[in-house]
């Protein structure tokens, strides 16, 4: 099975099963072609030996754990799902490039790992390629969006449930997980990516990027522009990463850092209503306007 996305390519070494039993990923299939080189190879079914060391780091979510043991030329990370009592390995090589795991298929929740699993593998690798994926809702009107950008709870999925309602033409691109990534003319764009949490939108596009948002809430609507060093900052608590691991971590920042100086972003202070759309999108228009003469 190959993957594209943010116009990146992922090869996984499974049958049609799996995409039948994982409906997300299904947009984004595409057939080989000796034209598009992969950039990361996964292989499941593989002899992954377990750790009897402490582990580097550990984080504890959604009914899941994930161990992490980072090595000189390596890195092995263990997947353990409270609601199937299974635990699934993985091995990748400091880059990302080739990634082992001893999953095999066995029931449903199997294969929810799976898919936990490849979007690690993504998430890292892609990071070499300037790509990086955020914790936000993002939106889009015609070929050009914008993201809201926070941790759990703090309305950004509200905000873009309202733009589709009071925006004329806008369409939920991604709902938990978009992928910001940095072209070599300069440009960002902000793609949908088969991660998008509780909202089944799995869109297999780009848009220009051309704001972000960083939602708070509060009693009344007021957007205040950030520097790029507060970009930096904000972008930084959104996005996935890997403690301690100086290879991931320098591609990362590198990226988050050039996008912080290229594209204006807020501290949105809002309420759950239409006219903090109104005074979202009229800032939106704004910047599409002066970016466009």
């Excluded at 499974?14 to 299904?26: G, H, I, K, R, S």
């Excluded at 790992?113 to 790509?131: E, H, K, T």
């Excluded at 890997?242 to 996008?259: L, Y």
Aim: hydrophobic share 40%; aromatic share 8%; proline share 5%.
């Amino acid at each position: 099975m190959r993957l594209s996305i943010a116009g990146l390519y992922v090869d996984v070494a499974v049958d049609t099963a799996v995409v039948e039993a994982l409906p997300n990923l299904q947009p984004f299939v595409v057939s080989d072609s000796e034209d598009d080189s992969p950039i990361c190879h996964v292989r499941t079914g593989q002899e992954v030996t377990g750790e009897d060391t402490p582990s580097t780091l550990s984080s504890h979510a959604d009914e899941k754990t994930i161990l992490v043991w980072l090595k000189p030329d390596a890195c092995k990370l263990s997947l353990y799902n409270a609601r199937s009592g299974q635990t699934y390995w993985l091995q990748a090589d400091r880059q990302w490039q080739q990634v082992l795991t001893d999953w095999i298929p066995s029931g449903a929740e199997s294969f929810a790992s799976l898919n936990d699993l490849i979007m690690i593998a993504f998430v890292y690798r892609s990071a070499f390629y300037q790509a990086v994926t955020v914790h936000a809702s993002a939106v889009a009107v015609k070929d050009e969006g914008c993201a809201f950008v926070g941790p759990s709870g703090i309305g950004k999925s509200t905000h873009s449930r309202l733009w589709l309602q009071h925006v004329p033409g806008a369409r939920l691109l991604n709902d938990d997980q978009p992928v910001l990534r940095l072209h070599p003319d300069g440009t960002v764009r902000l793609y949908g990516s088969p991660w998008s949490g509780k909202t089944a939108c799995y869109c297999n596009e780009g848009v220009l990027l051309k704001a972000l948002f960083f939602m708070e809430q509060a009693l009344e609507n007021q957007l205040t522009p950030l520097t790029g060093i507060e970009t930096f900052q904000q972008l930084m608590k959104a996005t996935s990463l890997m403690g301690r691991d100086t290879v991931t971590f320098r591609a990362i920042s590198s990226t988050q850092a050039s996008v912080s100086g290229a594209i204006p972003a807020f501290r949105f202070q809002n309420r759950p209503t239409e006219e903090a759309v109104a005074l979202s999108y009229q800032t939106f228009t704004d910047i599409v306007s002066l970016k466009n003469r």
